[in-house]
């Protein structure tokens, strides 16, 4: 699976975020900077998300395995 990053103008500013990731989101002056930072972004948004889920299954019997889609 691949994601899919827009990218907008406005004003002298450009926004970036991931249609199928709602909290990664970012802005730059230029549009190579957004790139890079919607990279971070992303990286953050699922580093928190798996912590985040961490904390919810603590104690809990679970099984992790890769999912390809």
């Known amino acids: 699976m691949k994601?899919?990053?827009v990218f907008e103008k406005v004003g002298?500013?450009?926004l970036g975020y991931v249609e199928e990731l709602p909290g990664a989101n970012t802005?730059?002056?230029t549009i190579?900077?957004?790139r890079e930072n919607l990279r971070e972004a992303v990286q953050l948004v699922i580093e928190a998300n798996r912590e985040l889920l961490?904390?919810?299954i603590e104690g809990h019997e679970i099984i992790r395995e890769?999912?390809?889609v």
């Open 3 to 5: 994601l899919t990053a």
């Open 12 to 14: 002298d500013w450009w």
């Open 27 to 29: 802005q730059g002056k």
């Open 32 to 34: 190579d900077e957004v």
């Open 54 to 56: 961490s904390q919810q």
């Open 66 to 68: 890769p999912l390809t």
